[in-house]
């Protein structure tokens, strides 16, 4: 059923979903012994997955294995730490803070990613947390992906170009468009002119522009490490062994996409979730879209959080960005509450319905509801 958005208390609802900071307190050095006991899971799938990469060719298990500490990096520590949600945990290393984390030389043992993290930093904390589902948004799915929507593509080949798009998004798709959306703050303090798409040569050729920015910062870093320095250390087992780590790597590269794409794509995309044509006003209408604009999968233990990169509790990060990641376990039957109190849906499904309702909306099968003024 529609959610009655104007009959909505946003007052009363900023009022109880503030309340829930103060039941559950502010962060200790325990919770980021939790982000240290996650981060030693994901390095221990790196080690057993490299140490045993090398034996035969094409080893899915090892693939695997690293494929999982590459989701690990990213969405279990990466992501929260540059949302400083460790920040005011007393006692902490600095390189665990927003100020320090992937900066300079430490993005090389902090985050090394096919994503430029200063990038990321501003495309996702900044333009799709506070603007969520708006046109503005650049993680919107469904004006993103209008020109596959609206063309003239058979059904059955949008559904092959979705899913061989699944398997190397973040190279095509996600460190292009987080560096064209940086580059274009950039110029507009300069009183440059902006570049609408990154579909275009100068982003992509490494000669010069956003393209050179693309290869030197984002592409030839991760290559560098990932495909020649990692399968070089297994040199000295004979030239099959480097060969071998390197096929696990490719091979880990395209499960770890498919992963993150899983995870990370359906959180706002589907014909229930909602998506905005105006700003919200408030403090109150803030949280109104995150709850209607979100949904969270699956939960439970940390074993099950790990493997969703504590992205299924969506709802509760929109509403609060800068928490701990354990923080979302004890938010959860709060948001819960909230929501019924004020007769909102709380979305929750398994990780692959909600893929393959967002696989329906990509190839123009669905459409989202939309809220076109408050």
């Not at 290393?93 to 927003?98: F, H, I, L």
């Not at 596959?148 to 798009?165: A, G, K, Q």
């Not at 849906?345 to 408050?374: C, N, S």
Request: hydrophobic residues 40%; aromatic residues 14%; proline residues 5%.
């Amino acid at each position: 059923m529609p959610v009655q958005y104007a009959q909505v208390d946003q007052q009363q609802l900023a009022i109880d979903i503030n309340a829930i900071k103060e039941t559950i307190g502010k962060p200790t050095f325990e919770d980021f012994q939790h982000l240290k006991k996650v981060e030693r899971w994901g390095r221990w799938f790196a080690i057993f997955g490299y140490l045993t990469a090398w034996i035969f060719p094409l080893n899915i298990l090892s693939a695997l294995l690293i494929s999982t500490a590459n989701i690990c990096r990213w969405a279990n520590v990466a992501h929260p730490v540059m949302h400083g949600a460790y920040d005011k945990v007393p006692g902490i290393p600095e390189r665990y803070t927003r100020k320090k984390f992937a900066k300079g030389w430490r993005r090389i043992v902090d985050w090394l990613d096919w994503i430029e993290p200063k990038s990321w930093d501003y495309e996702h904390n900044t333009m799709h947390h506070y603007n969520l589902g708006e046109k503005s948004d650049p993680d919107n799915i469904e004006i993103n992906l209008r020109w596959l929507r609206e063309s003239n593509i058979p059904m059955w080949l949008r559904y092959i170009i979705v899913i061989s798009f699944a398997s190397i998004w973040k190279i095509a798709y996600y460190s292009p468009q987080t560096l064209k959306i940086t580059a274009n703050a950039e110029r507009a303090k300069r009183g440059e002119a902006q570049h609408t798409s990154f579909m275009r040569i100068g982003a992509w050729s490494p000669f010069f522009g956003d393209g050179f920015r693309l290869w030197t910062r984002c592409y030839l870093p991760y290559i560098g490490f990932r495909f020649v320095f990692m399968p070089l250390l297994f040199l000295p087992l004979g030239a099959n062994a480097a060969l071998n780590v390197l096929m696990a790597s490719l091979l880990a590269e395209v499960f770890t996409n498919l992963h993150s794409f899983f995870i990370i794509v359906p959180n706002h995309s589907a014909e229930d979730i909602y998506r905005f044509e105006e700003s919200s006003q408030g403090r109150g209408e803030f949280y109104l879209r995150q709850i209607i604009g979100t949904v969270n999968y699956n939960t439970g233990s940390d074993r099950i959080d790990f493997l969703h990169g504590w992205l299924n509790y969506q709802i509760e990060h929109h509403l609060f960005p800068s928490l701990p990641l354990n923080y979302y376990q004890k938010m959860q039957p709060l948001v819960k509450e909230i929501c019924e109190k004020h007769n909102l849906p709380y979305r929750q499904d398994g990780v692959f319905k909600r893929a393959w309702m967002t696989i329906e909306l990509m190839v123009g099968k669905t459409d989202q509801l939309v809220i076109k003024h408050a």
